[in-house]
């Protein structure tokens, strides 16, 4: 558990649907005005290095992924890491050898790379076609020791599972982290998912008393909106920062670590938890 008592977090939200190389730049461009604004913890969306591919099933995409060990981007976003002295959470397409996975490695604010995270949930669906490409993750939920808080980070589908935030708010998480990719459903247009995204991570911030920042892409790739509204919560799950659904920009919240921790001890929830009564979760 970090020793810091305040951190200030970021969210990044823009649009994707560039080459890789213009993406990354407009990223990097962002992450610093993120650091001049006082952030230390910074969140990208999801997959930020090109478009949403998994929207349909297509071989090419494959050559987009890349291994852990000499990837360019986690390279440079390392690098710029340690020259703003800020945590940067970078999501890509991991290829380790014949195995494919929705991946994130945490960079610490020295650039120092604290380890890998494969995402755990991968859905299926129109829009969504993620089990054509990636491999259920098989890393387990973690809490990264950075050098400004401890973070817990999940991937998109996984910010829908109230058992991912639990996990980590046990390992001791000070902030639940969800770098994200969603939008509007290909099969149901008149389907809006916008609110009820929010709302199930604002109840994983009440009922972990440890706040949550969410990153989205915006942007109209063939079709596909992706609807923005990126946010921060306080521990309470009340949204405090919020941007809309199609503006480019960032967005913080400063975060008094040790008045959350007192939170947590004085509202009880994990003094009064039942595991002995909880196996079917697992079943």
């Not at 008592?5 to 649009?15: E, L």
């Not at 999501?91 to 380890?115: I, K, P, Q, W």
């Not at 259920?136 to 808080?149: L, M, Q, S």
């Not at 199609?246 to 919240?253: M, S, W």
Request: proline share 6%.
């Amino acid at each position: 558990m970090s020793s810091k008592s305040n951190v200030t977090v970021a969210v990044i939200q823009a649009p994707f649907a560039d080459a890789l190389e213009v993406n990354v730049e407009r990223a990097e461009g962002l992450v610093r005005q993120a650091a001049g604004e006082g952030a230390e913890v910074i969140l990208l969306p999801e997959l930020f290095e090109g478009p949403y591919f998994p929207r349909e099933e297509k071989g090419a995409f494959f050559e987009w992924a890349r291994p852990v060990e000499g990837h360019p981007t986690l390279e440079r976003m390392s690098q710029l890491a340690a020259e703003l002295e800020v945590v940067l959470p970078i999501s890509f397409f991991e290829r380790d050898g014949n195995a494919y996975y929705n991946s994130l490695v945490v960079l610490d604010a020295d650039g120092t790379s604290l380890g890998l995270y494969r995402k755990s949930h991968i859905p299926e669906g129109p829009g969504y076609q993620e089990k054509f490409y990636f491999r259920p993750g098989d890393t387990g939920f973690k809490v990264w020791e950075t050098r400004h808080a401890a973070l817990g980070v999940g991937i998109c589908w996984d910010q829908w599972f109230p058992e991912a935030a639990r996990a980590m708010a046990l390992a001791g998480a000070e902030v639940l982290l969800y770098p994200t990719a969603i939008g509007s459903e290909p099969a149901e247009p008149e389907l809006d998912t916008r609110d009820a995204w929010q709302r199930v991570m604002q109840g994983h911030a009440i009922a972990n008393l440890t706040p949550v920042a969410a990153a989205n892409r915006v942007g109209d790739e063939e079709g596909q909106v992706f609807y923005g509204s990126s946010f921060l919560t306080d521990g309470l799950g009340e949204i405090r920062e919020v941007l809309d659904r199609e503006e480019t920009g960032v967005a913080l919240r400063e975060y008094d670590l040790a008045a959350l921790r007192a939170q947590r001890a004085s509202w009880g929830f994990f003094r009064d938890r039942r595991p002995d009564l909880y196996g079917r979760i697992v079943g």
